[in-house]
């Protein structure tokens, strides 16, 4: 069994788990088709014969794919799947097993040796307890999925909140400048326009940081401060009435 530790864990993007998650949804059903045309191949279809050859390629290109990665995939990325892969499910040898069993099976038709009909019959046997396995492996993506979610709405919800403290302290900094300007007067004027200018970048600040806010469904997780940055704004304003 490979070594893993909380180091180990790849960041990965939820573009990418969307990827994995149709490939793992995908060996479920080349697995099932497999186990049909080899018993299609066993009754002396030679069509079924190249099918099974053609989806045992693809099968076993996609299982690489999954657990060790290519190109912009990452293979096992976390801890959990690591434990389903290689762990107490051992969905790893599992996995590789039915693929060296289906492909003795075509060697036998090929050559026609005896012990084709036991091979049939022990990938038969695996057919269920397989697809199983496979369906949990794509939960197991799922799963992840929704924590990448999880941690990116959480990440959104931080830095809205960030946003919202700068904008209530750029309008206290922008109500004093206006009470300094007046008090100047003839003399404050320029600082007026500036502090005038500022506001309106505050109102665009505000602008966005409610877009950001709106964007979660209602059945998210509100963030932890539910006053909004107008109604903060409005309570500095008092303050300084």
């Known amino acids: 069994m490979k070594q893993w530790t909380h180091s180990s864990r790849k960041e990965i993007s939820a573009q990418i788990i969307g990827q994995l998650i149709n490939l793992a949804g995908r060996q479920r059903m080349l697995s099932q088709r497999i186990v049909l045309h080899v018993l299609l191949a066993s009754h002396g279809d030679g069509a079924a014969l190249m099918v099974v050859k053609d989806c045992l390629t693809t099968f076993a290109q996609t299982h690489g794919d999954l657990v060790s990665g290519d190109g912009p995939l990452t293979g096992v990325f976390s801890e959990a799947l690591h434990q389903l892969y290689f762990g107490t499910r051992n969905a790893d040898e599992k996995i590789q097993r039915f693929i060296a069993q289906a492909n003795q099976a075509v060697s036998c038709f090929e050559s026609?040796?005896?012990?084709?009909?036991?091979?049939?019959?022990?990938?038969?046997?695996?057919?269920?307890?397989?697809?199983?396995?496979?369906?949990?492996?794509?939960?197991?993506?799922?799963?992840?999925?929704?924590?990448?979610?999880?941690?990116?709405?959480?990440?959104?919800?931080?830095?809205?909140?960030?946003?919202?403290?700068?904008?209530?302290?750029?309008?206290?900094?922008?109500?004093?400048?206006?009470?300094?300007?007046?008090?100047?007067?003839?003399?404050?004027?320029?600082?007026?326009?500036?502090?005038?200018?500022?506001?309106?970048?505050?109102?665009?600040?505000?602008?966005?940081?409610?877009?950001?806010?709106?964007?979660?469904?209602?059945?998210?997780?509100?963030?932890?401060?539910?006053?909004?940055?107008q109604d903060r704004h409005i309570r500095a304003d008092r303050a300084f009435q």
């Open 112 to 229: 026609g040796t005896t012990g084709a009909r036991e091979k049939t019959d022990a990938l038969v046997v695996q057919a269920t307890p397989l697809l199983e396995l496979l369906q949990e492996i794509t939960l197991a993506y799922q799963e992840e999925m929704r924590s990448v979610e999880s941690a990116s709405l959480k990440r959104q919800s931080e830095i809205a909140e960030q946003l919202g403290n700068i904008s209530m302290q750029a309008n206290i900094v922008a109500l004093n400048a206006r009470i300094a300007a007046a008090r100047a007067g003839q003399f404050g004027r320029e600082f007026a326009v500036i502090t005038t200018v500022l506001a309106d970048i505050i109102k665009e600040m505000d602008q966005l940081i409610y877009s950001v806010v709106n964007t979660r469904s209602a059945d998210e997780a509100t963030p932890r401060s539910s006053v909004l940055p």
